[in-house]
Protein backbone atom coordinates (compact mmCIF):
# COMPACT_ATOMS: atom_id res chain seq x y z
CA UNK A 1 0.00 0.00 0.00
CA UNK A 2 1.36 3.26 -0.74
CA UNK A 3 1.76 5.97 1.91
CA UNK A 4 3.23 9.23 1.65
CA UNK A 5 5.28 10.36 4.24
CA UNK A 6 5.46 14.01 5.41
CA UNK A 7 7.56 15.74 8.11
CA UNK A 8 5.22 16.39 11.32
CA UNK A 9 5.75 19.49 12.43
CA UNK A 10 8.34 22.56 11.51
CA UNK A 11 8.62 25.67 12.64
CA UNK A 12 9.42 29.13 10.53
CA UNK A 13 10.60 32.49 11.82
CA UNK A 14 8.38 35.46 10.33
CA UNK A 15 9.99 36.67 7.11
CA UNK A 16 11.90 33.51 6.95
CA UNK A 17 11.57 30.74 4.50
CA UNK A 18 10.91 26.74 4.86
CA UNK A 19 10.86 23.77 2.81
CA UNK A 20 8.18 20.97 3.65
CA UNK A 21 8.66 17.49 1.79
CA UNK A 22 6.35 14.80 0.83
CA UNK A 23 8.25 11.54 -0.33
CA UNK A 24 6.49 7.88 -1.15
CA UNK A 25 7.66 4.42 0.61
CA UNK A 26 7.68 3.22 -2.63
CA UNK A 27 10.56 5.23 -4.52
CA UNK A 28 11.18 8.46 -5.64
CA UNK A 29 8.52 10.97 -6.28
CA UNK A 30 7.91 12.03 -9.82
CA UNK A 31 5.97 14.32 -11.53
CA UNK A 32 4.10 11.45 -12.84
CA UNK A 33 2.60 11.48 -9.21
CA UNK A 34 1.27 14.63 -9.89
CA UNK A 35 1.73 16.41 -6.34
CA UNK A 36 -0.63 18.28 -4.52
CA UNK A 37 -0.17 20.40 -1.51
CA UNK A 38 -3.29 21.62 0.68
CA UNK A 39 -3.73 24.17 3.32
CA UNK A 40 -5.98 23.31 6.11
CA UNK A 41 -6.26 26.00 8.89
CA UNK A 42 -8.04 24.84 11.94
CA UNK A 43 -11.70 24.78 11.76
CA UNK A 44 -11.62 25.20 8.18
CA UNK A 45 -11.97 22.65 5.11
CA UNK A 46 -8.36 21.85 2.89
CA UNK A 47 -7.49 24.79 0.31
CA UNK A 48 -5.70 23.68 -2.91
CA UNK A 49 -2.29 25.78 -2.87
CA UNK A 50 -0.40 23.76 -5.59
CA UNK A 51 -1.25 21.60 -7.99
CA UNK A 52 0.78 18.97 -10.76
CA UNK A 53 4.06 19.81 -8.66
CA UNK A 54 4.33 22.93 -9.25
CA UNK A 55 1.33 24.85 -10.44
CA UNK A 56 -0.51 27.42 -8.23
CA UNK A 57 -4.20 28.66 -8.25
CA UNK A 58 -5.40 32.44 -8.83
CA UNK A 59 -5.88 32.27 -5.05
CA UNK A 60 -2.38 30.68 -3.98
CA UNK A 61 0.04 33.49 -2.81
CA UNK A 62 3.02 33.93 -4.66
CA UNK A 63 5.22 33.24 -1.55
CA UNK A 64 4.32 29.37 -1.76
CA UNK A 65 6.30 27.32 -4.43
CA UNK A 66 6.09 23.95 -5.38
CA UNK A 67 8.78 21.60 -6.94
CA UNK A 68 10.94 18.15 -6.91
CA UNK A 69 13.75 18.35 -4.49
CA UNK A 70 15.85 15.51 -4.35
CA UNK A 71 13.45 11.97 -4.51
CA UNK A 72 10.08 14.00 -2.73
CA UNK A 73 7.79 16.06 -3.84
CA UNK A 74 8.81 19.63 -1.88
CA UNK A 75 6.71 23.37 -0.95
CA UNK A 76 8.50 25.88 -0.32
CA UNK A 77 7.33 29.07 1.55
CA UNK A 78 9.52 32.32 1.13
CA UNK A 79 8.68 35.44 3.52
CA UNK A 80 6.41 33.06 5.97
CA UNK A 81 3.47 35.06 7.25
CA UNK A 82 1.19 34.68 10.71
CA UNK A 83 -1.41 33.48 8.89
CA UNK A 84 0.56 30.53 6.89
CA UNK A 85 0.32 28.99 10.51
CA UNK A 86 -1.48 25.98 9.65
CA UNK A 87 -1.68 22.31 8.97
CA UNK A 88 -0.41 21.39 4.82
CA UNK A 89 -0.82 18.30 3.34
CA UNK A 90 -0.05 16.56 0.36
CA UNK A 91 -1.17 14.06 -1.95
CA UNK A 92 0.21 11.81 -4.59
CA UNK A 93 -1.27 10.17 -7.62
CA UNK A 94 -0.33 6.06 -8.00
CA UNK A 95 -0.78 4.34 -11.07
CA UNK A 96 -2.73 2.03 -9.34
CA UNK A 97 -5.23 3.94 -9.53
CA UNK A 98 -5.60 5.26 -6.24
CA UNK A 99 -4.49 9.07 -4.46
CA UNK A 100 -2.48 9.20 -1.12
CA UNK A 101 -2.38 11.55 1.51
CA UNK A 102 0.73 12.42 3.82
CA UNK A 103 0.16 12.33 7.10
CA UNK A 104 0.49 16.28 7.42
CA UNK A 105 3.03 18.85 8.46
CA UNK A 106 2.26 21.45 11.30
CA UNK A 107 3.87 24.20 10.62
CA UNK A 108 4.32 27.17 13.04
CA UNK A 109 5.07 30.71 12.88
CA UNK A 110 7.14 31.86 15.54
CA UNK B 1 -17.94 30.63 -8.71
CA UNK B 2 -17.65 27.35 -8.15
CA UNK B 3 -19.36 26.27 -4.56
CA UNK B 4 -19.85 22.72 -3.16
CA UNK B 5 -22.16 22.48 0.08
CA UNK B 6 -22.49 19.55 1.92
CA UNK B 7 -25.20 18.18 4.11
CA UNK B 8 -26.97 15.54 6.23
CA UNK B 9 -24.52 14.90 8.61
CA UNK B 10 -25.64 14.04 12.43
CA UNK B 11 -25.04 11.79 15.03
CA UNK B 12 -25.98 7.93 14.62
CA UNK B 13 -25.93 5.04 16.09
CA UNK B 14 -23.30 2.28 15.01
CA UNK B 15 -24.64 -0.01 12.79
CA UNK B 16 -27.18 2.27 11.30
CA UNK B 17 -27.29 4.65 8.06
CA UNK B 18 -26.83 7.88 7.16
CA UNK B 19 -26.61 9.82 3.72
CA UNK B 20 -24.54 13.04 2.97
CA UNK B 21 -25.10 15.59 0.02
CA UNK B 22 -23.01 17.35 -1.57
CA UNK B 23 -24.76 20.68 -3.61
CA UNK B 24 -22.38 21.44 -6.58
CA UNK B 25 -22.58 25.08 -8.60
CA UNK B 26 -20.98 27.48 -10.61
CA UNK B 27 -19.91 24.72 -13.14
CA UNK B 28 -20.76 21.77 -15.65
CA UNK B 29 -21.37 19.05 -12.94
CA UNK B 30 -21.33 16.57 -15.48
CA UNK B 31 -17.72 17.52 -16.83
CA UNK B 32 -16.37 16.69 -13.59
CA UNK B 33 -15.35 13.43 -11.39
CA UNK B 34 -16.08 13.96 -7.56
CA UNK B 35 -14.27 12.89 -4.43
CA UNK B 36 -15.21 12.48 -1.04
CA UNK B 37 -12.85 12.99 1.60
CA UNK B 38 -12.91 12.44 5.70
CA UNK B 39 -11.11 13.50 8.56
CA UNK B 40 -11.30 11.93 12.08
CA UNK B 41 -11.13 14.47 14.76
CA UNK B 42 -7.49 15.52 15.45
CA UNK B 43 -6.14 13.23 12.43
CA UNK B 44 -5.44 13.94 8.72
CA UNK B 45 -7.23 13.41 5.57
CA UNK B 46 -8.26 10.21 4.61
CA UNK B 47 -9.36 9.62 0.83
CA UNK B 48 -13.18 7.86 0.83
CA UNK B 49 -14.29 7.57 -2.25
CA UNK B 50 -14.71 9.07 -5.78
CA UNK B 51 -17.18 8.59 -8.57
CA UNK B 52 -16.29 9.30 -12.44
CA UNK B 53 -17.49 12.63 -14.21
CA UNK B 54 -20.55 10.59 -15.89
CA UNK B 55 -21.35 8.55 -12.80
CA UNK B 56 -20.43 5.06 -14.29
CA UNK B 57 -17.32 4.30 -12.03
CA UNK B 58 -17.10 4.50 -8.73
CA UNK B 59 -13.57 3.42 -6.16
CA UNK B 60 -13.78 3.18 -2.41
CA UNK B 61 -10.94 3.37 0.02
CA UNK B 62 -10.64 -0.38 1.32
CA UNK B 63 -11.86 0.75 4.92
CA UNK B 64 -15.37 1.78 3.51
CA UNK B 65 -15.54 -0.43 0.82
CA UNK B 66 -19.03 -2.41 0.64
CA UNK B 67 -20.65 -0.11 3.31
CA UNK B 68 -20.57 3.38 1.76
CA UNK B 69 -21.98 4.05 -1.96
CA UNK B 70 -21.07 7.20 -3.90
CA UNK B 71 -23.58 8.28 -6.49
CA UNK B 72 -24.88 11.38 -8.33
CA UNK B 73 -27.80 13.25 -9.67
CA UNK B 74 -27.29 15.66 -12.46
CA UNK B 75 -30.64 16.84 -12.56
CA UNK B 76 -29.88 18.07 -9.35
CA UNK B 77 -26.20 18.61 -9.59
CA UNK B 78 -25.74 17.02 -6.64
CA UNK B 79 -23.38 14.13 -4.74
CA UNK B 80 -24.08 11.72 -2.77
CA UNK B 81 -22.72 9.74 -0.05
CA UNK B 82 -24.60 6.69 1.55
CA UNK B 83 -23.01 5.03 4.34
CA UNK B 84 -24.34 1.74 5.98
CA UNK B 85 -23.55 -0.15 8.64
CA UNK B 86 -21.24 2.35 10.23
CA UNK B 87 -19.00 2.06 12.86
CA UNK B 88 -17.52 4.35 15.71
CA UNK B 89 -14.33 4.65 13.41
CA UNK B 90 -16.20 6.43 10.77
CA UNK B 91 -16.78 9.22 12.83
CA UNK B 92 -15.05 12.22 11.09
CA UNK B 93 -15.80 15.10 8.97
CA UNK B 94 -16.81 14.91 5.20
CA UNK B 95 -15.45 16.80 2.75
CA UNK B 96 -16.82 16.69 -1.07
CA UNK B 97 -14.25 17.96 -3.31
CA UNK B 98 -14.17 18.47 -7.18
CA UNK B 99 -11.32 16.67 -9.58
CA UNK B 100 -10.05 19.73 -11.53
CA UNK B 101 -10.16 17.91 -15.19
CA UNK B 102 -12.44 18.42 -17.60
CA UNK B 103 -13.75 15.03 -19.09
CA UNK B 104 -17.00 14.46 -21.62
CA UNK B 105 -17.13 12.18 -24.25
CA UNK B 106 -15.36 9.60 -22.56
CA UNK B 107 -11.92 11.04 -21.91
CA UNK B 108 -10.59 13.53 -19.64
CA UNK B 109 -8.16 16.21 -20.07
CA UNK B 110 -5.54 17.17 -17.84
CA UNK B 111 -4.32 14.07 -16.66
CA UNK B 112 -4.27 10.26 -17.12
CA UNK B 113 -6.38 7.59 -16.04
CA UNK B 114 -5.12 7.48 -12.37
CA UNK B 115 -4.79 10.94 -11.92
CA UNK B 116 -5.96 11.76 -8.26
CA UNK B 117 -6.85 15.89 -7.53
CA UNK B 118 -9.40 18.15 -5.99
CA UNK B 119 -9.25 21.60 -6.71
CA UNK B 120 -12.29 23.15 -5.00
CA UNK B 121 -13.28 21.71 -1.29
CA UNK B 122 -16.80 22.09 0.57
CA UNK B 123 -17.33 23.35 3.99
CA UNK B 124 -17.73 19.78 5.44
CA UNK B 125 -20.40 17.44 6.97
CA UNK B 126 -20.01 16.06 10.95
CA UNK B 127 -20.75 12.68 11.44
CA UNK B 128 -21.01 11.22 14.61
CA UNK B 129 -21.33 7.57 15.18
CA UNK B 130 -21.59 6.59 18.87
CA UNK B 131 -24.14 4.62 21.32
Known amino acids: QAVATQEPSLTVSPGGTVTLTCGSI?????????PYWFQQKPGQAPRTLIY???KRHSWTPARFSGSLLGDKAALTLSGAQPEDEADYYC??????????FGGGTKLTVL | QVHLVESGGGVVQPGRSLRLSCAASGFTFSNHAMHWVRQAPGKGLEWVAV????????DYADSVRGRFTVSRDFSKNTLYLQMDSLRPEDTAMYYCARDPRFCYGGSCQGGPYYYFGMDVWGQGATVTVSS
Open chain 2, 51 to 58: VSYNGGSQ
Open chain 1, 91 to 100: LLSYSGGRGV
Open chain 1, 26 to 34: TGTVTSGHF
Open chain 1, 52 to 54: DTS
